[in-house]
Each structure stands twice: as C-alpha cells, then as structure tokens.
DNA sequence: CAAAGAAATGAATACGTAACCATTGAAGAG
DNA sequence: CTCTTCAATGGTTACGTATTCATTTCTTTG
C-alpha cells in the first residue's frame, strides 16, 4: 500500500508537504505542488482515511438505523437521509434494525465512532438515550422518540389517529377497526391514542375485536384482517397506523375478492410516495408541508455535528388527510 | 476519550494485556481477565474501530453503490445485502448513484479502505474496473456487467426481453412498444436485444417510433408514453425494459384513465417484490430460482473477501414469464 | 544593506490499536 | 537438583495521517 511518505520520497519532499498539498495547498508553492501531485498520480496514491480520522477524531461518518425497506416510509426517509447526507461530505453507514438487534448496532455505530446517528428505531424508555447523552454523540431519532422528549422529528402523530377516525365517523362510518403496531413505540402508542380520543369525542362505542396491535409484519396483519373479517358484524372501515400497514390490508382484502373501497374503506397514515400511485391512490393522513421527517432530521443531525450546537431538537410537524380512492361513505 | 492505555493503567495492567483480553481472552489468566472486564465497565472503554483498521488492514466494511430506490428492484436488493452482511459482521456504507457521481463514490469507497465494493451501477466500458482490478480490491457487479464480463450477478437479459416481446406476441398484440434504458448499461442493451430478436423471429415489424430509450426517470417515462399514446395508431402494448419502467407507465395510463389491461397491456423485467402486491398484480419476467440477485452477489462477495480467492464469478439467472393481471390478448 | 517579518518547508510527535519479541515464573522431565 | 518447556505478561514498534514547532529561505522596509 503506497502511504504519503512513499509519495514524499518520490518527490524528494516531506511527508508534511504531501499532506499540505491533499489540504491546504496555498500554503505550497506551485512547482512543489505540482511535483507532488505528480507522483501522486504516478504511485496511484489514495489517502487512508482511517489514519486521517485518527488523528482528527472526524470520520466524516454518520450511522443511519433504519427500520424495514418492505416498508415504504423507510424507503423515502432512507432515500432523503443518504442523498442529503452524501451532498454534504458525509459516508452513511446503514443497517436495517429489528428491535431485538438494536443493541448490536448501536455497538458497532459506536465503535467505528461515527459523526452521528440518525435512527428511527428507538423504544419510548430505551436506556441507549443517556448513554448517547452522556457520550457527548450527536443523534436525533425521527418518527419515533424517547421519553426524554428531546432529539426527535414527528409529525403529530396524536392529531394524526384522530383525523384517521374522524375521516371514517364522518363517511357515516360506525365499524370501525384499528391495525396497529406494538403500544412500545411512540409513534403507534400517540396515533392509538389519538383515535381512541375521536372515537370518544363522537360517542362512538369501540369493540374491543376491532382492536388489534400487530407486530407490523405481513404476516400478522393478514391474520388481524383474516380474523376481523370472520367476525359475525365484520368492520366496514380500517384505520391502519401506518401507509405501510394500510396497503397490506388491501394486499389482503384484494386476495379475498374484496374490493376497495366499495367492501370496505382502508385509511393510512404517512403519506408515503408510493401512496400516491396511479394504482394504489391510498388515502392517508400525512404532513401538511410534505416535508420528508428523514430530511429534517438528517438537516438537523448535520448543525448537531458541525456547530457543536447542543440546542435541543423538537420538530412536530402537523398534518391533514389526503383524500384519495380507498375511502368511501357508507350508504 | 478512553483508550485501551487509560484501562491498562486503571487495572494495573499492561495495554498489550488489555488487548489480549478483547481478542484472545484465553491468553490471559481468568483473575487478570475480570480485572480488566471491571476497569473496561467502569471506565466506559469502547475500543477504536480506526485504529484497529489502521493496524489490521481490514476495515470489515463493504461498499455498496446502489442505484436509486424509487426503483422498488433496488429496494430489494438493498435489503438483502445490507442484512446479509450485518449477519456476517460486517458494515456498509450505502450510496445510491447516478450515474454522474459515480467517480466520486468510487473514491469514497476506495479511501475509506473498505473490505470489497458491491454495485450496481457501472457502465459497459467503464475504466474503473481495472483499477479495481489493480488494487486487488474484491469487488462485484449485480444487475449490470463491465465488457470485460467478470464479477457479476445477473439474470438472463437477452431471455428476458426475448419473453417479453414474445409473451406479447403470443397474446396476439401487433402494436408493440419497447420504453427502456440507456444502451450504455448492459442491462438495458441486452434485454432491448432479446426484444427485437424476438420480433425478428416473428418476423414483425417493428415501428421505430415505439421504440423509447429514456433516461429512466420518472419525468422521461411520462413524455414517452405520451409521446406514444399521441400517435395515430398508438401502441397496444408496452414492454418495459424494468419493473420500475412498467409501473410508472401504469401510472400514466391510470392518470390518462386508461385501463390496463383492458385499454394496454404492460409488461415488466426484475419481478420485483411489489410487483406481486394485490393492487399491482404486474406481469413480469424474472428468475426463476426468484433468488435476489443483490443476496447472490454479496453471498460471492463476501466469500472472495474471506478465502481471499480469485476465482471469476459470473452468474446468470434464467428467466421466465411471471403471468398476473396487467397484460391481456387482444381480441 | 541590515533587520524584521513572512513564506515555505521539514522534523518530530500523537492518535489507539494489534503484533512481535522479550521476560518472568512455574511446572515437568531426566 | 538442573534443564527444558510452557504459560502469562510486558515493552516496543508499526500502521498512515495531521499537527505543532522549528528551521530555512525569501521579501520587504527603513
């Protein structure tokens, strides 16, 4: 491997005038610089970046723990956080988290001693929190966030169940069902609540059938439709917690010879890209600016690190419905 | 910042011991051991990936240039090769390229020394593959091949399109259009050949104005499709080079409101995940193993990084029809 | 023309780890 | 009891860079 200082003797310089002429090459003159820069080409050299974060305690390195790609939130977020963060000068190492593995990412982020970290995948009282505070690492969760209530980028996810369920009481609908996620989690455990709140603003009586915390895999969603479905009275309107949830219920219904929205209605939340498709029209509550949470945050996490700025992080971004084809009133 | 020197001197230890005790704990006595565990607790050490890099000459890091994941096959094969190779222990630094900034990835990648490079993205005759080669740098191609036709994973492109035009044919379509990618990916040029040596095969005449090459985005499609549909006799079915290709072109139609299959038939090439979604149900053409090409190349990857062998790999998938709702006989 | 200051370069060092070689002490063989 | 072997540990160095400080050379100015 050629290193600097076979650059330097091939140039019969220092290896101190090598790295001035990669970094700061007005402080060298133009014949050295360009007899340096010769023999860089001609040895091929290529700095070690390694070396250079070393010495400079910078890695030009920011961890990103994503959840799932099945799911399509991830995919916009992941696209916004890696082209922003690149833009910038940044290397983004990713993986995609499952909580059990949380630890052994937060480890591996930690000892290649990233920037950063951007991850979405946190739990409401995860004990990785203060340890991240106390390393003095900046991070900032986006969609999910800790109890601590700092470092987080949302939208409201509260007013978001309750638009959910308010968008259904106000097609007339009265079997109404809940799919959701695991009540650990921030973002589901606020968008639970918050259609709890609607359906009790109206009055109106929830079956506790109609009721179910998914583990947010494929399989257990087609098993809560599968088994709401079988129920004598079955629910005529889905409120899922999540884009992603949403158009696996429709993936299931469309199996069953259902039709949306004639047999039964389907609602998001997120706003997804991919809702917006031609063939999917998924109607769904979602950011009122359209701004990507993976974007802010990434923009956010990046003042974090080159401002040493310790101002404390709290976006919460408000949202609307956007109406599309897989509602409709009841008759 | 702790080192390994701050926890040989808390527990009274050598740093040679300490390392001993992260690396070969067998080495060291089980009293002196637990010492050291005590002062590493204690003091917080967490053990410098740079600096172990630096000495090791292994970074246990791989690259990988990913095109965008707008395009659902990149979404696939992301997942499979970042979760494989977290499973097998090592990192990875995720770009998505075009094809413009793709010499800065490269050099991204190259200075940060990872252990081997995965992509996706390279030209036909791109000259970064000899330097690759030069630097013994293990590297591999999934989805496009280099000229030289080494290292790579691929399905059979020229089968594929070769099916496509024929499942067409079959259906009894005579006004047959092809919307593909630039002829300077390999990808694109060897399905477009499978396509006209199928129509030549069955002695078909093919329109020149049906033929579209487009940049592969979004905006591109749209203008080609109705570039098409604005012609006297307008296509009555659609190859499309990729599934991504195909499902935008359904968006178009959808937004044109035309029904497909009824009003166009649409085909795809990748057979990708969500093209068997219920909504979509796109027909397509795709290994038949249904292998994920990114999991096959960074299977090979990581096994010529580890038995450091040299061995050339080529792989290629063959291919059939994936029959679902999107392409009809005409009548 | 001398003094002072600025520009250009080099020598030495630190970063944190793993690896190599050396040393110590204990156990076993003859 | 001596010699050999082995287990356990420590001292030192290398990895490749950026940085600090020192030195040399050039330029400016009174």
């Known amino acids: 491997m050629v290193s600097s200082k076979d650059v330097a003797k091939h140039a019969g310089v220092s290896q101190t005038t090598v790295s001035r002429v990669m970094n700061t090459p007005d402080l060298v003159k133009k014949p050295t610089v360009d007899k340096v820069m010769a023999s860089i080409d001609e040895l091929n ?53 499952n909580d059990q593995k949380l630890n052994e990412a937060y480890t591996s982020a930690v000892e290649n001693k990233v920037d950063g970290i951007i991850m979405s995948c946190i739990l409401i009282d995860d004990p990785i929190f203060e340890k991240f505070e106390r390393m003095d690492l900046p991070f900032i969760t986006y ?47 606020n968008r639970y609540e918050g259609f709890l709140h609607a359906m009790k603003d109206h009055h109106h009586q929830l079956l506790e059938e109609y009721v179910i915390h998914t583990d947010t895999s494929k399989h257990d969603i087609t098993s809560a439709f599968k088994r709401m479905m079988s129920l004598e009275q079955s629910p005529t309107a889905f409120c899922a917690a999540t884009d992603s949830i949403a158009m696996n219920l429709i993936d299931d219904a469309s199996k069953e010879n259902l039709i949306v929205p004639q047999d039964v209605s389907v609602i998001g939340i997120d706003n997804v890209d991919l809702s917006s498709h031609g063939l999917i029209q998924l109607t769904t509550v979602g950011s009122i600016s359209e701004q990507n949470l993976g974007y802010l945050a990434i923009c956010e996490l990046i003042k974090m690190i080159e401002n040493k700025k310790n101002s404390c992080v709290k976006i919460t971004e408000s949202v609307k419905v956007f109406n599309r084809n897989t509602t409709k009133a009841i008759q």
């Open 45 to 97: 050299y290529i700095p070690n970046g390694h070396a250079r974060s070393l010495v400079q305690n910078k890695t030009n390195t920011i961890a990103l723990l994503s959840g799932p790609l099945h799911n399509p939130f991830f995919v916009d977020t992941t696209t916004a956080i890696v082209n922003y963060a690149n833009d910038k000068g940044y290397r983004v190492n990713v993986q995609f988290v």
């Open 143 to 189: 969609n999910r966030k800790h109890k601590m209530n700092k470092h987080f980028v949302e939208i409201d996810n509260f007013e978001a169940g309750y638009l959910s369920a308010k968008h259904m009481l106000d097609l007339g609908h009265t079997r109404i069902a809940w799919v959701g996620g695991p009540l650990t989690v921030s973002t589901f455990n």
